[in-house]
């Protein structure tokens, strides 16, 4: 029996490293984009190769709705500089620049997305988020500064005039979220400015480096799931993760385990069913903002 604890206990930190993904996505399912179009291929050149898994189930989706290649099997991943392509199982396919690659069946439906609305949707400056339209409600905006696809180096500067434009909105930023390559390039640029560079543990339990304003020291995190070349400012005040409770096996009758079952009768199989209902939500957008276009170092 411990090594089947030992895999229920992976399932759900596996089930957690997913949900950290989706919560920097835009519910659409997108682990990430094809990057450029191709015809009879199995290796995919993406926008960002690091969040595939080897053995996981994907499906390749023309936006909104359409699936163009369905159940292929991740056999490879190139991380390889310049490279960033994903290997797929089964016979060669087409793909168009633009698509996006989700697991089996958590791309975007006629009826709507089935992943979290994240960062990517929340900490925008255009599109309807929770059906709300900055068309029509100017204000439902996050801050964003862009640099129009061109990266360009990250600097204190950038990062104070994005404090500042959240604040004269009424909103103070409580933490910055960023991967580990904009990490690098905050802490080269301390360690060029000042003498000494420390990780500190804040409020909340966030560990990380500090960025100092006139209203206070922010924390600035690194996650290894977070996009490539952005920094997110958010206001966690503002910020809610709805649920009911914690990931949990699904128990309605005693037991978690379910025997198999169909038309031809019983099987000496089972299977349990890991659940959490969620949604991530803001009340007040205009309190978050956004750098992106960052050199990573």
Do not use: C
Not at 21 to 49: C, E, F, H, L, W
Not at 129 to 139: F, G, M, Q, T, V
């Amino acid at each position: 029996m411990p090594r089947l604890d030992n895999e229920i206990e992976g399932l759900k930190n596996d089930f957690k490293k997913d949900l950290n993904r989706q919560i920097y996505g835009d519910g659409t399912g997108a682990i990430s984009a094809v990057k450029t179009t191709s015809t009879g291929v199995n290796i995919v050149p993406v926008v960002d190769a690091r969040l595939f898994q080897i053995g996981e189930v994907v499906d390749i989706i023309t936006l909104p709705t359409t699936v163009a290649v369905s159940a292929r099997t991740v056999t490879a991943v190139d991380l390889t500089s310049g490279a960033n392509t994903v290997t797929l199982s089964g016979a060669t396919f087409n793909v168009t620049a633009g698509q996006i690659i989700t697991r089996t069946g958590s791309g975007p439906s006629a009826s709507g997305n089935r992943e979290i609305t994240g960062f990517a949707a929340i900490v925008a400056n255009s599109g309807s988020l929770y059906n709300i339209d900055p068309a029509s409600e100017p204000e439902w905006t996050a801050e964003v500064s862009s640099n129009g696809g061109t990266a360009r180096a990250l600097s204190e500067g950038l990062m104070i005039q994005m404090a500042d434009r959240i604040r004269t909105r009424g909103g103070k930023t409580t933490v910055i979220f960023q991967s580990l390559g904009v990490r690098r390039s905050y802490f080269n640029l301390l360690s060029h400015q000042r003498q000494v560079v420390n990780q500190q543990e804040f409020t909340g339990g966030f560990k990380g480096l500090a960025f100092t304003t006139d209203n206070g020291e922010i924390p600035v995190i690194a996650d290894v799931d977070a996009p490539l070349g952005k920094q997110y400012f958010v206001n966690e005040e503002a910020m809610t993760f709805y649920r009911d409770q914690e990931a949990h096996w699904l128990d309605r009758d005693g037991s978690m385990w379910k025997q198999v079952r169909d038309n031809s009768g019983d099987y000496d199989a089972y299977y349990a069913r890991l659940v959490e209902y969620h949604e991530l939500g803001t009340d007040r957008r205009n309190t978050h903002g956004l750098i992106s276009d960052i050199i990573e170092s």
